[in-house]
């Protein structure tokens, strides 16, 4: 993003200072060409369409369902209304949707990425050397997660806020690994980290109304 290009996007917008933050801090790290903060469950791809068509609640995005999620155009063939057949879980322990064989490729590489990107993180957030893991009395629910004493005070900085103030590589790569994957269900051969947030948007957009053109 060049500055013309900022200044012409802020200037004059009716935004308050609040509803507009998020927004105003995606762009001002294009300008400058800072690593942006991370929403640690989405790509990048929703997460820059949550970014813009998302509301605000106070000083934070709020992820309406009306206007980011129904309006999201999700790729061909793993749109919610293909993916509400039933799950399948594969060897690896990710769970993908009963999809058409064309698109289950695409399913799978999304669900392995995403699946291996969370152990990784999981691992970070609860060592299995710093935990103890408590069965519930009540079946079904999960287990608790104690720490062990030598490493309480340790545990409390592990945070998913620390860990994406300060990203590791791995968590970067495996993040990229996700986001291409996404991109490949779109059929983007060219997505990288240097694609801009404007591209991204100007795509969906695109696939967005000639989805509704088509009904």
Known sequence: MTPEEFIANWKGNRLNERAGAQQNFSDLCELLSVEKPRDPDNSRLHERW???????????LRYTSS????TFPFPEGLTPANTNQGTET???GAVIPTVDTERRPHAQAIAEAAHRLNALRE???NPPEWIERIPEVVPGYPERIVPKTE?????????LTNLYNTPPAWLVNHHQALDT???????????TPALSDAEILRRLLALNLARIGSD
Do not use: C
């Open 151 to 159: 490493h309480a005070a340790e545990l409390k900085k592990r945070t």
């Open 123 to 125: 691992n970070w957030l």
């Open 50 to 60: 949550a970014l813009q068509m998302g509301s605000s609640l106070e000083d934070r």
């Open 181 to 191: 994957a996404v991109a490949n269900a779109y059929g983007w051969s060219d997505d």
């Open 67 to 70: 206007s980011t999620f129904r």
């Open 90 to 92: 594969l060897e690896s």
